[in-house]
């Protein structure tokens, strides 16, 4: 089972997550300094099957920037001596704190999603999992983003309304990958749902949907992912989060558990003022908005699916005007999805105010982490360059032709300058060759 996974990270704190079991119900935590020789700490969960044996302790009093270990043994009592206690393969993890608040440096961090487990052997996710692993160590990756599609509840059978079809299909994913596991425990991570985790293109209008499926399914998203995420505790209810590192921030938004394409909705009014008043919060600081449908590029077939299709136009005009009126700079989208890679650009304008200076915003796409999909040119599924208007609003959307990277299995390794300068590396999981096939920089 996965038994260890590096949360939400801070300056000063960690989210522990870990999975004991029936057997073994309770998880002691150890904290060490990063030699492992000098015990900070050590706290014990009596885990619940109601939560099928998960949980998650956050660590306080950190230091900044500073190197730690964490490992989790498993007992029957509280009570247990330390001799009785077991431990299983990668239940002992390293971490970084992140650094203080109000501090510009550089950094480095993994964006992947899109991670099909489900097929056995005909596509097994090992190979992706070690590449991940030693991509990370090379970039000195920070954390991880997992920008949706964990796992395939709907691959390759109609996903079943019971706990039991969305756990396995975890423990499918993280438990029987053995890298997998190995690099939960490697650095922290942060994880978004997209449609897979429910089933495939989820809309809250879909008439013909078994009301209990999304309920059962956001349950176990909350056991496995979203628990370790930031915020997490406060409300159950709601999916999208902040966090920093340093004084570059991050918006991780929810496109699917308030998705309603009947009423133009991919995101609910409570998050879209949270989202805007983020932007103008940090509106001169580089700043990252993790959303697992595209945003930017212009997909062919939305489908009801993405920003791009107009039946969200309202709530995407409302986001674009924003940048407009507040002048927001340094705004880049993380995403997925599309089972392809790329840098894009929009260019954004008002057409009642021509003296006012256009504004750009980036967007970077990495997907699929393990998948099978034809690699077809950028044309099969975008309009590389698009211009529309909404509204008052027009923009121009480009997709790069040379950050382009079709359907193989990958990860982008994307850097963070002080300077405000981003750069991206794009590398092929699927293969032991780690040397990036693309990179650039905005």
């Known amino acids: 089972m996965p038994r260890l996974i590096l949360g939400h990270t801070t300056e000063s704190s960690i989210k522990i997550w870990v999975r004991a079991s029936l057997r073994w119900p309770v998880a002691f935590i150890a904290l060490f300094e990063d030699s492992g020789l000098v015990k900070l700490g050590s706290i014990s969960i009596e885990t619940q099957a109601a939560e099928f044996h998960t949980a998650v302790h956050e660590w306080t009093g950190l230091k900044a920037n500073t190197d730690y270990r964490v490992k989790v043994y498993f007992g029957k009592t509280r009570k247990d001596r330390p001799e009785a206690l077991i431990r299983d393969a990668y239940s002992e993890g390293r971490f970084t704190t992140f650094p203080a608040s109000d501090q510009a440096s550089d950094f480095t961090f993994i964006l992947g999603s899109c991670n099909l487990h489900s097929l056995g052997i005909i596509e097994r996710p090992d190979q992706a999992w070690s590449s991940i692993s030693q991509i990370a160590k090379a970039a000195k990756a920070r954390f991880m983003i997992h920008a949706g599609d964990q796992i395939y509840a709907d691959i390759p059978f109609k996903p079943s309304s019971s706990l039991e079809h969305y756990r396995d299909k975890y423990l499918d994913a993280w438990d029987d990958c053995v890298p997998a596991r190995k690099v939960l425990t490697e650095l922290p991570h942060y994880m978004v749902m997209d449609d897979h985790e429910i089933t495939n293109n989820f809309d809250n209008c879909r008439a013909e949907l078994d009301r209990t499926l999304p309920l059962i399914a956001l349950k176990v998203y909350w056991e496995f992912q979203h628990s370790h995420n930031p915020s997490a505790a406060a409300n159950l209810h709601r999916y999208h989060y902040v966090f920093n590192f340093g004084d570059v921030q991050f918006f991780a938004t929810d496109t699917r558990s308030k998705r309603d394409s009947s009423r133009g909705q991919m995101i609910d009014e409570v998050q879209?003022?949270?989202?805007?008043?983020?932007?103008?919060?940090?509106?001169?600081?580089?700043?990252?908005?993790?959303?697992?449908?595209?945003?930017?590029?212009?997909?062919?077939?939305?489908?009801?699916?993405?920003?791009?299709?107009?039946?969200?136009?309202?709530?995407?005009?409302?986001?674009?005007?924003?940048?407009?009126?507040?002048?927001?700079?340094?705004?880049?989208?993380?995403?997925?999805?599309?089972?392809?890679?790329?840098?894009?650009?929009?260019?954004?304008?008002?057409?009642?105010?021509?003296?006012?200076?256009?504004?750009?915003?980036?967007?970077?796409?990495?997907?699929?982490?393990?998948?099978?999909?034809?690699?077809?040119?950028?044309?099969?599924?975008?309009?590389?360059?698009?211009?529309?208007?909404?509204?008052?609003?027009?923009?121009?959307?480009?997709?790069?032709?040379?950050?382009?990277?079709?359907?193989?299995?990958?990860?982008?390794?994307?850097?963070?300058?002080?300077?405000?300068?981003?750069?991206?590396?794009?590398?092929?999981?699927?293969?032991?060759?780690?040397?990036?096939?693309?990179?650039?920089?905005?």
Not at 397 to 418: E, L, R
């Open 272 to 442: 879209m003022t949270a989202l805007l008043a983020w932007m103008s919060k940090y509106k001169d600081h580089s700043k990252f908005v993790i959303s697992s449908v595209p945003f930017v590029g212009e997909v062919l077939n939305p489908d009801r699916d993405k920003w791009c299709d107009p039946i969200y136009d309202a709530q995407r005009l409302k986001i674009l005007n924003h940048v407009l009126d507040k002048d927001i700079n340094h705004l880049t989208f993380l995403t997925g999805d599309m089972h392809t890679s790329y840098h894009a650009t929009m260019e954004v304008t008002d057409t009642t105010k021509p003296y006012k200076a256009p504004r750009i915003i980036h967007e970077l796409m990495s997907s699929p982490i393990n998948q099978f999909t034809p690699s077809l040119p950028a044309k099969s599924h975008y309009a590389t360059t698009a211009s529309r208007q909404i509204e008052h609003i027009s923009y121009s959307a480009q997709i790069h032709d040379k950050s382009y990277y079709g359907s193989h299995s990958n990860v982008m390794a994307i850097s963070v300058s002080a300077d405000k300068t981003i750069g991206y590396e794009i590398f092929r999981t699927t293969t032991n060759r780690i040397k990036p096939a693309i990179k650039g920089e905005f």
